[in-house]
T-cell receptor, first 114, second 118 residues
C-alpha cells in the first residue's frame, strides 16, 4: 500500500514566489527524503530528515517533519524556472520487510511561470 | 552526473523480442535497485540486490529477469513483454541499509531507460 502521498498533485506559481509541497504518510518512519525529477530523467536526492529532527535547511530548501501528524513539507523559496520538476517524498518505514522499506509517493508537479 | 549510468536511454521492442537494460554504478555502493515508473503511479520497487544477492520480490512477473554479476553492474533482462510494461525503468544504488543498521540513506538514480513495448 502507498505510504507517502504528496499534496498538491500539481502546482503552478510565478517565478520568485515560494512553493510549498506536503507529504503525508501512514506508518512510523526512520527518516523521510525528498527527491526531484526533471521530465524524463532520473530522481535526484534533495534532502533527508530523520525522525528525531523537526526542520532542516539546504540552500533555498526548507523541510519540516511532524511525526505526530505523520506529515512533512518542502518549501522552496524564491523559486526559479529551473525548479520546474516533479518532487517526491520517500519514507523509510519502521519494521517493514525489505521490499516495503522505502516507499515513494506519486509526486507533486511544480511549474514555475516566467 | 550521479555516478549511475543506464543504457540504453530509449528502447522500443516488440512483444516477442528479448532485450536487456544495463546499469553501472561508480560509487562503490553495495546495493542496487530496479524501479519502474509508470504515468500517474508511484515509483514501484522491482528488485533489490545487496552484495550481489537478490532480495526476492514475488510481485514482479517472470518476464522481467534481473542479473547482478558484481556489485557495480545490474541488468534487467526483458522477454515477451506486454504493452502495459511500457514505462521508465530506473536503476539506483546505495549503501545497503540492511547492512548499515536498517535505516535507508540516499538513493542515487540513473537517468532511466524509457521502454516502449509495441
Amino acid at each position: 500500500s502507498q505510504q507517502g502521498e504528496e499534496d498538491p498533485q500539481a502546482l503552478s506559481i510565478q517565478e520568485g514566489e515560494n512553493a510549498t509541497m506536503n507529504c503525508s504518510y501512514k506508518t512510523s518512519i526512520n527518516n523521510l527524503q525528498w527527491y526531484r525529477q526533471n521530465s524524463g530523467r532520473g530522481l535526484v536526492h534533495l534532502i533527508l530528515i530523520r525522525s528525531n529532527e523537526r526542520e532542516k535547511h539546504s540552500g533555498r530548501l526548507r523541510v519540516t517533519l511532524d511525526t505526530s501528524k505523520k506529515s512533512s513539507s518542502l518549501l522552496i523559496t524564491a523559486s526559479r524556472a529551473a525548479d520546474t520538476a516533479s518532487y517526491f517524498c520517500a519514507t523509510d518505514a519502521v519494521g517493514m520487510n525489505r521490499d516495503d522499506k522505502i516507499i515513494f509517493g506519486k509526486g507533486t508537479r511544480l511549474h514555475i511561470l516566467p | 552526473e550521479t555516478g549511475v549510468t543506464q543504457t540504453p536511454r530509449h528502447l522500443v521492442m516488440g512483444m516477442t523480442n528479448k532485450k536487456s537494460l544495463k546499469c553501472e554504478q561508480h560509487l562503490g555502493h553495495n546495493a542496487m535497485y530496479w524501479y519502474k515508473q509508470s504515468a500517474k503511479k508511484p515509483l514501484e520497487l522491482m528488485f533489490v540486490y545487496s552484495l550481489e544477492e537478490r532480495v526476492e520480490n514475488n510481485s514482479v512477473p517472470s518476464r522481467f529477469s534481473p542479473e547482478c554479476p558484481n556489485s557495480s553492474h545490474l541488468f534487467l533482462h526483458l522477454h515477451t513483454l506486454q504493452p502495459e510494461d511500457s514505462a521508465l525503468y530506473l536503476c539506483a544504488s546505495s549503501q545497503d541499509p540492511w547492512l548499515a543498521g536498517a535505516v535507508t540513506g540516499e538513493l542515487f538514480f540513473g537517468e532511466g531507460s524509457r521502454l516502449t513495448v509495441l
